[in-house]
């Protein structure tokens, strides 16, 4: 996509260098000016929290700016091994985490995921389904009454956002709030056992399966489309 | 991205057959400055936005091509995503934003001197689209007519 983009700047008078992720698109895309790094997707500057790496990343893309001639690809040389990103799928389904489990869940994680907030001068990725906290436990029994089938949705919900959207900030929402909470419980866990500990442990990740499987039933393609993203 | 031959089959399937709009030749505009005397932007396919923003949506119809602007002063807090996507770590994300849209590195970019100026506003667009045409002929121009506005140099982009 950015290869695609960066192709339209050129077009439009504008010089673009661009971060690659799958070296075989570039090479298709053909952007002016590109360098492929092996990283994981959603690690397109190697690493969060090293500012060193993504400086090194930087500068080997900004050199690219003074090719005389292209299109360029290059190789950026570090490489290391990806941490795997575990889906729902991968992970045995729990049938012993009950329900009622994943409203008591989110409040006893509150407080963690309150530590992580003020740890991160009030850094969250939570905000997107603007159903205040204080109303995540109607939150939790909407998605499981969707989750069984039930015709349900929330007043809160904005009327320009469709029930599925909805849903899926709502997921996302969720999936933030339990991830800064458990990265603020135990500092300096690998992503492995994170997502291991999500879908394979957690209440709610056992809920937001049933709740895709649901979408990805539907004969209704908006809802289709974003079964994908709520777990797979 | 992990190199293809390191991904599952069904993933590295995906990536191979994912549409492309597959080009003989590229366009090039060459650099008319240094480095050091050039206004830079960030543009990012990686779904964020201003908390408050529209989010982006994941749309049937090959996926969401509009834009949002995220000015270059914007703290990481008033940053959040909506990436239609789980493909992708979001633990990395969550951590710094800088791994996606480098807004710190950036300006430490321009206070070291290594380029002129960090332009006014950066964009951001969703990825993983399957139908990128409203990107090419409508958003994308868009943009790239605010960037010049916005006296830009040169653009760098980040994908998810």
């Known amino acids: ?43 397109a500057l190697g690493k969060p929290n090293d500012a060193a790496l993504q400086h090194r990343i930087m500068a080997a893309a900004l050199d690219l700016l003074q090719k005389p001639i292209g299109p360029v690809l290059e190789d950026f040389p570090e490489d290391e091994a990806p941490p795997t990103l575990l889906q729902a799928s991968a992970l045995p389904k729990r049938d012993d985490v009950k329900e009622t489990d994943a409203a008591d869940e989110l409040t006893a994680l509150r407080a963690y995921y309150e530590r992580w907030v003020k740890d991160h001068r009030g850094r969250t990725a939570v905000g997107l389904c603007g159903i205040p906290q204080r109303r995540w436990r109607g ?44 990265m603020a419980q135990r500092p300096s866990t690998p992503s492995e056992e994170l997502h291991t500990w ?30 994908f993203g709520i777990a797979r | 991205m992990p ?11 995906t990536l191979t057959s994912f549409p492309c709009l597959e080009r003989d030749t590229a366009p090039w505009q060459p650099m008319q400055q240094d480095l050091a005397q050039s206004r830079l932007a960030l543009v990012t396919s990686a779904g964020l936005h201003l908390r408050g923003d529209r989010p982006f949506i994941s749309n049937p119809k090959g996926g969401d091509t509009s834009y949002r602007v995220i000015p270059a002063t914007a703290k990481a807090a008033e ?53 990128p045409r409203g990107i090419v002929e409508e958003t994308g121009p868009e943009v790239a007519r605010r960037l010049k506005h916005e006296g830009v140099d040169a653009v760098f982009l980040t994908p998810t």
């Open chain 1, 1 to 43: 996509m950015v290869c695609v983009l960066a192709n339209v700047f050129e077009e439009a008078g504008l010089c673009t260098v661009t971060i690659a992720m799958v070296r075989e698109h570039a090479e298709r895309v053909k952007p002016a000016r590109a360098l492929f790094v092996p990283f994981p997707f959603g690690l």
């Open chain 1, 139 to 182: 939150l939790i029994r909407f998605l499981q009454a969707y989750a069984r089938g039930e015709e349900a949705d929330m007043k809160e919900r904005p009327s320009d956002v469709s029930l599925e959207q909805f849903i899926r900030y709502g997921a996302d929402d969720l999936k933030a709030f339990y991830y800064e909470a458990r």
């Open chain 1, 198 to 227: 999500f879908w394979g442990e957690t209440a709610v990740g056992q809920l937001l399966p049933e709740v895709g499987r649901r979408m990805a039933a539907s004969e209704d393609p908006a809802a289709k489309a974003v079964a």
């Open chain 2, 3 to 13: 190199r293809l031959e390191r991904l599952s089959e069904v993933n590295r399937q």
């Open chain 2, 79 to 131: 940053i959040t995503q909506s990436h239609a996507s789980i493909g992708f770590d979001r633990t990395a994300i969550y951590q710094d934003i800088n791994v996606s849209l480098p807004i710190d590195r950036m300006q430490e970019l321009a206070a070291r001197g290594v380029i002129g100026s960090v332009a006014p506003n950066f964009y951001s667009f969703m990825g993983a689209l399957r139908n």
